[in-house]
């Protein structure tokens, strides 16, 4: 029957989309190591686990989030696809695991070819950065779902660690010592209260807006990646007992997942640098301090626990690593306490 429906007039288009994935293939191949094996164009990517004892394989999967509007607002984002890179391998870093192979998940309504190889660029430089291959992901058109020219993007990751060095923070003890790694801003998360303070969705100029804080623009600042921590991290993970990665629910919901029952983390105020956007946030939102500590990273991206007759190994081979804190034994209802 002529002048049927077809797939491209319910919005769908097969033939910009197989364009577009022959383009991404180009960019996974920079991250393909001889673990890789070819799959020809199959269904599933394929990688060869090898020089393992007894080996643990460690995942994680998160989406970048509201963060991704600001990215829309300004029409960039290969820094999005660095972050959903990077937070995923923090996740896994957490138990000591060496980062194998990554997916990615994008979805929009209208195929949009450039954005789309923007955010691909930004994930195979965090991959190419981590020694991380790109094997797979999916690209999705779906017409109907989202609001206008928004759009979702997630990744996968699979890592793996020898069982007898899997960190799980069961040795942390009494008076062991929290060291913290600086973030390299807000990360991925508070992005909906960065947004409500802001009204960035109301009013887009204000992220061209200027801090004397801030020696660029707001949006600049916000788009920021999340810094990738296993590179530097990957050399001290034999010297410590259990590592948070700060991320949604600030110091107070992140350190707590590797403290056995029983003990709290108590962190010095003023030991670390918090950074000016964070300040600039509490102060253009009336934020109350202890809502800042439960959202936002504060300037710690990673919180590392060890003895204390290790911090001095561990600084040694991380000088960007500050004492920041101690472990004790816990007195009252909260777990972290900040001051």
């Known amino acids: 029957m002529s002048g049927g429906h077809t797939y491209l007039s319910a919005g ?25 094996i ?10 060869r686990l090898e020089g393992y004892r007894e080996p643990v394989l460690v995942s994680s999967t998160d989406g970048v989030g509201t963060k991704l509007k600001i990215g829309s607002l300004l029409g960039h984002y290969e820094s999005l696809g660095i972050d959903s890179v990077n937070m995923n391998l923090g ?11 990554f997916l990615d998940y994008i979805s929009m309504g209208d195929l949009d070819a450039q954005r789309t190889e923007m955010l691909l660029r ?5 991959c190419k950065e981590a020694g991380c291959a790109l094997i797979g992901g999916e690209t999705a058109q779906t017409p109907g779902v989202y609001v206008e020219d928004s759009y979702d993007l997630a990744g996968f ?16 003890a009494e008076g062991d010592v929290l060291l913290g790694v600086p973030s390299s801003g807000v990360h991925t998360n508070g992005f909906s ?18 801090y004397d804080e801030l020696k660029h623009t707001l949006g600049e600042e ?13 050399p001290v993970l034999p010297l410590i007992k259990g590592l948070a990665h700060i991320t949604g629910g600030g110091l107070a919901g992140n350190v707590p997942r590797v403290l056995p029952e029983g003990l ?16 600039i946030i509490q102060r253009e939102g009336n934020v109350d301090p202890a809502e800042m500590y439960k959202v936002f990273n504060m300037g710690l991206g990673m919180v590392l626990v060890c003895s204390a007759d290790k911090a001095g190994e561990v600084q040694a081979a991380l000088p960007e690593a500050r004492e920041v804190g101690e472990v004790r034994r816990q007195t009252g209802a909260e777990r972290v306490l900040v001051g």
Request: with cysteine.
């Open 122 to 126: 930004g994930i195979a430089w965090a």
């Open 264 to 279: 709290e983390a108590r962190f010095w105020a003023g030991c670390w640098a918090v950074h000016p956007i964070f300040q």
């Open 193 to 210: 209260l960065v947004r409500k303070v802001f009204d960035t969705d109301g009013d887009r100029a204000v992220l061209f807006r200027r």
């Open 12 to 36: 769908v288009d097969v033939e910009a989309l197989s364009g577009l994935k022959e383009r991404i293939g180009a960019f996974a191949r920079i991250t393909h190591g001889p673990q890789v």
């Open 91 to 101: 996740d896994i870093l957490t138990k000591g695991a060496r980062p194998l192979f």
């Open 38 to 47: 070819d799959s020809s164009g199959g269904f599933a990517g394929l990688f």
């Open 157 to 172: 990751v699979v890592g793996v660690v020898e069982r007898d060095r899997l960190l799980d923070g069961s040795t942390i």
């Open 222 to 234: 916000l788009l920021i990646p999340h810094r990738a921590y296993y590179p530097m991290l990957e």
